[in-house]
């Protein structure tokens, strides 16, 4: 029953350089979402998929592009990272209900140099 | 930008009390949302409530929701020492295409 899972869980980057955070839900859900957490923010929407094949911006979408690349999988790309997106990273799923409770990973903890 | 906002940003309580912590939001919603996030983890589920209910009970948390003052609270009683973590509201405001809007979170620490 591993839920949403989310790696790397640790990660360190020099500014300029790229990664791929990567997530994957096994609960069957349609729609998938990540978040940046920063002290004192929250939680803001970066960007979101409602079903396969769809992506959509959230609130915070610059400097990061994001892939649908199956049903289960949805990961977040920054192409150049920057010490603004020091972050914790949150990836959650939720199935099409007219509940909407969302389900999240543990987190990627980034920070970038 | 933020839909919901906890109040207060931080509370200690002594274990055995009951923990009240309060929302307000600002657009007409669907539902309401409760999550906890304890240190270093992820946020979890812990209650829903609907725009038209006023009071939902989930063993020992009592949630209410009043549309008027768009405004929630989250009752905790019988704190444990286990209760400390961060709790957040969560609003699936209408029209929102699926997405939820967190506040900031209220971080609740309970003294043993």
């Known amino acids: 029953n591993a839920g949403v899972t989310q790696t790397p869980k640790f990660q360190v980057l020099k500014t300029g350089q790229s990664m791929t955070l990567q997530c994957a839900q096994d609960?069957?859900?349609?729609?998938m979402y990540w978040y940046r957490q920063d002290p004192g923010m929250g939680l803001r929407l970066i960007y979101y998929?409602?079903?396969?094949?769809?992506?959509d911006k959230g609130e915070v979408p610059n400097g990061y592009n994001v892939s649908r690349l199956n049903k289960r999988e949805f990961s977040l790309r920054l192409e150049s990272a920057a010490p603004s997106q020091t972050s914790v990273y949150f990836c959650a799923s939720k199935v099409t209900d007219r509940r909407n409770i969302q389900y999240f990973g543990a987190g990627t903890r980034l920070s970038v140099l | 930008s933020q839909q919901g906002e906890e109040d207060p940003q931080a509370l200690s309580i002594q274990e055995g009390e009951n923990a009240t912590m309060n929302c307000s939001y600002k657009t007409s919603i669907n539902n309401l949302q409760w999550y906890r996030q304890n240190s270093g983890r992820g946020l979890v589920h812990l209650i829903l409530i609907r725009s038209n209910e006023r009071e939902k009970h989930s063993g020992r948390l009592r949630v209410t929701l009043d549309t008027s003052k768009k405004s929630s609270s989250l009752l905790i009683t019988a704190s444990r020492a286990a209760d400390t973590a961060s709790y957040f509201c969560a609003t699936d405001a209408t029209g929102a295409n699926s997405k939820l809007t967190f506040g900031k979170g209220i971080t609740l620490s309970v003294r043993p």
């Open positions: 998929s409602a079903s396969e094949g769809t992506t």
């Open positions: 609960m069957n859900h349609n729609s």
